[in-house]
């Protein structure tokens, strides 16, 4: 008579991915719970884009060299929301770890008998789903007031859609980090606002050139101008130049220093 056999214990890798799917499961239900948090943060870029376009427009397309017509500006102006709105998305994401952190949910986890960096994963890989989506609505109220990118080609669209993803996890890690760090909901509002003024002290708005030459290396030394001259090239069919490559060596060394800085932190142990 034969014995039975012992079944096979699933493999380290597939825990690993049932409890990120558990996390990121907990991540979307909470998001869905609490929308006000994402439509609050969503309605800056909206309304940041209709003020430009409608209230400067006309004057912000001369200053470009498009003219009276706001068409240009449009066009020049809508990238940069696009990228904008990722650092406002994460904001929030700063905010429900910071939650977690206060509730005592993330204590618990340490706790318990499942895959630790799952937790860090379910946050980001749901952030970097909601702030796809909140891209997605900006570029339909993008669309829906002149912005056309008839001379992409799919490929470039591709590479588009690439940019954006790689540069909301890079901005997600760091928003995990500052979420893990701080005190309280508040404090990690705070902590997180660079990510959603830096846009602002870019490219996003006016080209680097028009600037004061003193606050030009402010505008062009930091991770949004490069990857919002990428996306603007790639939407509207014109060159990159080298911000591709900067774009790309920003968003992993940002990913990097991110998950380095928020797995130290859960790590911690709690005083």
Not at 173 to 193: D, F, K, Q, R
Request: proline share 6%; with cysteine; charged share 10%.
């Amino acid at each position: 008579m034969s014995t039975p056999t012992a079944p096979a214990r699933p493999s380290r890798m597939s825990l690993a991915v049932r409890d990120s799917s558990t996390m990121l499961r907990r991540t979307l239900l909470h998001a869905r719970r609490y929308p006000s948090l994402t439509l609050n943060l969503l309605l800056t870029p909206v309304m940041l884009l209709l003020l430009f376009v409608y209230v400067f427009g006309d004057t912000m397309s001369a200053g470009i060299g498009g003219g009276p017509d706001r068409s240009a500006y449009i066009a020049y102006v809508v990238p940069g929301l696009l990228l904008m709105t990722i650092g406002s998305t994460v904001i929030g994401t700063a905010v429900s770890v910071a939650g977690d952190m206060n509730e005592g949910i993330i204590a618990r986890f340490r706790t318990m008998a499942i895959h630790r960096p799952s937790v860090l994963v379910g946050h980001v890989v749901g952030s970097v789903l909601q702030s796809v989506l909140s891209v997605v609505l900006v570029g339909i109220v993008g669309v829906a007031i002149g912005f056309r990118s008839t001379d992409a080609t799919a490929l470039e669209w591709l590479a588009a859609f690439g940019l954006l993803v790689l540069f909301a996890t890079a901005l997600t890690w760091i928003a995990v980090g500052m979420g893990l760090v701080s005190p309280n909901v508040e404090a990690a509002s705070n902590n997180a606002m660079p990510l959603i003024l830096l846009p602002l002290l870019s490219s996003a708005f006016t080209p680097v050139d028009s600037m004061p030459g003193w606050f030009q290396p402010v505008a062009e030394y930091q991770p949004f101008t490069p990857a919002i001259e990428t996306l603007r090239g790639l939407l509207l069919g014109g060159e990159i130049g080298h911000n591709g490559w900067l774009a790309v060596a920003w968003c992993l060394l940002l990913t990097g220093l991110g998950s380095f800085w928020s797995t130290a932190a859960f790590n911690r142990d709690p005083k």
